[in-house]
């Protein structure tokens, strides 16, 4: 078994103050800008040493002759079980070695802009152009950022990595860590001479036409995507996507409820009695609906694929027309004589009141076409 008193330096009855006066002194010994690669497994042997001997429980386990850190050596699950020798180095010395210049140019945001449509426009689809005003690749610089005839340069600071090292002092003495150059932001290159339409950004806002194309039952609350198609990014980078958001405008005569269209047909009493045939003005043109004798008020006659066309598949809705039956007022006596006389051949001079079944009749259907059924 390893003897970590040995490794600290340290005698078996050390207490945990001198434990971890030997630990620092060996870490500072140990740093990778002082011992170089030879040094780094003895660091982990070190680590590994403190990490049990710091450990009240884990100390009186090797104690016992117990090695917490080896497979099944205890509950600490080894070495690197919350004090592994990657989380010490990265906190102490600054993480590994810089990752390099930041590019100049960066992918630009996604915008959105919002769509109003008729119902129609949303029933068969459209064609549509938007304005939009978003950032485009600048034209006279081409997207570099830098006047014509000039370029960017290599940091003088940096020297092109994108970062400098700093010295910062820690228990373990002098560490070294990798920052963002600030005098080139990170990009290795600085431009003397920006652009002076961009100032530098590589990128202009401006005002474009986009065509747009609208597919059959988009409803309020749909996003088109319009794939790089929004902001250019900074140094003339890839553009974001467009979204464009529909808003569905009210109309004066129909009722969407999802693919399904539902108007109102307003009928006289004497026409849903006789039965009749009627136009009606849809917006697939007009259509006749065949009223049969004895159309009751609330009545639903569908016209088959008349309504919104599937966003996701092929074909349409249904087109539900609702029978209201006007009762006629303001007779003269010519007609109130009529309908007495249609009264009494009925029998329904004095008709006699019943209520009527809930599994039946107007107002069944009214409930459910409340309810969605």
Known sequence: MTDYYEILGVARDASPEQIKKAYRKLARELHPDVAGAAGEERFKDVARAYEVLSNPDKRQQYDMGVDPTSPGGGAGGGFGAGFGFQDIFETFFGGGQPAGPVPRARRGNDALVRLDIDLAEAVFGAKREIQVDTAVVCNTCGGDGARPGTSARTCDVCHGRGSVQRVARSFLGQVMTNQPCSACGGFGTVIPEPCTDCAGEGRVRSRRTIAVNVPAGVDTGTRIKLSSQGEVGPGGGPAGDLYVEIRERAHDTFVRRGDELHCTLQ???????????????????????DLRPGTQPGQVVTLKGLGVGHLHNTGRGDLNVHIEVQVPTGLDEEQTALLQQLATLRGEERPESRLASVHGGVFSRLRDKLSGR
């Open 267 to 289: 009928v006289p009493m004497t026409a849903a009695a006789l039965g009749t045939v009627l136009e009606l003005d849809t917006l697939d043109g007009l259509q006749e609906i």
